[in-house]
């Protein structure tokens, strides 16, 4: 079983930047992809972006493409998420969640980190 942390989440002005974070433990860590994914009250939980384990290759939402950078530490077993040009509409519970391989769906959800962008 894999368990994921999500971290860095917080308050910002529009225009501000955030990093969040989502570490893996448990058994041995090995996935196809990683990924995250947000939840805004009131609204069903939308994709992000994402990125392969191993090669890092990434892929966003049209919503955040520009302004966020997903990015891993294979070492360290954690993958980032750093929010530039943070705008309200950005403010949503953010979740990672793992893919194990390229034609299963993502899981392990973490338990979310809250992002709060103000006006």
């Known amino acids: 079983q894999v368990q994921l942390v999500e971290s860095g989440g917080g308050l910002v002005q529009a225009g501000g930047s955030l990093r969040l974070s989502c570490t893996a433990s448990g058994r041995t860590f090995s996935s196809y992809a990683m990924g995250w994914f947000r939840q805004a009250p009131g609204k069903e939980r939308e994709f992000v972006a994402r990125i392969t384990w191993s090669g890092g290759n990434t892929y966003y939402a049209d919503s955040v493409k520009g302004r966020f950078t997903i990015s891993r530490d294979y070492a360290e077993n954690t993958m980032y998420l750093q929010m530039n040009s943070l705008k309200p509409e950005d403010t949503a519970v953010y979740y990672c969640?793992?893919?194990?391989?390229?034609?299963?769906?993502?899981?392990?959800w973490g338990r979310g980190t809250q992002v709060t962008v103000s006006s």
């Open positions: 969640a793992i893919r194990p391989t390229p034609w299963s769906e993502f899981g392990s």
